[in-house]
């Protein structure tokens, strides 16, 4: 975050000062008067001009776009990012080419770039914001892809009688597989096994 410190005869002129080398608006900082004015002996000798503290509030959006503007920098990655807020989580979207790379297999390298992410903003702050990464909508089409592949399964289960075990999946994917099938009368859902590794189970009903 941006901080300056600026000397001038007022306060106002050295906070209006301030945001002028900022760049920002008065609702975007925090002040802090360090020295009053002071006109010195009869207004003329001694006099002391104001001096004022003014630094960014930490805003989760702009630190988290500079931290991920600098990680993607280093790898040679300059995509387009979209940001859409929310009262629960702040996504961040990002587009442009090559960008494969950040996604890995079944999105294992955005869950721990999205992990990093979270640990690097929220850390020692006390208003702490949920941060979802995202690469060209990945996560909704891996959603989708998740939903149609548990309606599947579950029609083979009522269908043969027999259980069907997932490939392992982090716990935000079998929750999507658990809450998809949870209504479904002919078949139920656990998960077994040790993270990683865990997986979810379909088994029939009776």
Known sequence: MKKVEISAKTVEEAIKLALQQLELQ??????????????????????????????EKFNHITSTKIF???ILKKI????????????????????????????????????????LTNLAVNKNHVQRK????????YRNRREETLINL??????KVKRTGRKVI???????????????LQNNIYISTYSEGDEP??????VPKN
Do not use: C, W
């Not at 979207?93 to 999105?107: E, K, P, V």
């Open 166 to 180: 997932l490939e392992p999946m982090n716990p935000h994917e079998r929750r999507i597989i658990h809450v998809t």
């Open 150 to 155: 548990a309606n599947r399964l579950s029609e």
């Open 68 to 70: 991920l503007e600098n």
């Open 130 to 137: 949920k941060i979802i990464i995202d690469v060209e909508d």
């Open 76 to 115: 040679g990655l300059n995509p387009k990012i979209e940001v859409v807020e929310s009262n629960d989580y702040i996504t961040f979207n990002l587009s442009g080419d090559d960008l494969g790379i950040l996604i890995g297999r079944r999105g294992d390298t955005l869950d721990s770039l999205q992990f």
């Open 197 to 202: 590794y865990r997986k979810v189970v379909i």
């Open 26 to 55: 008065e609702s975007e900082v925090n002040v802090e008067i360090l020295e009053q004015p002071n006109k010195g002996l009869f207004g003329f000798f001694g006099n002391k001009n104001a001096v004022v503290s003014v630094e």
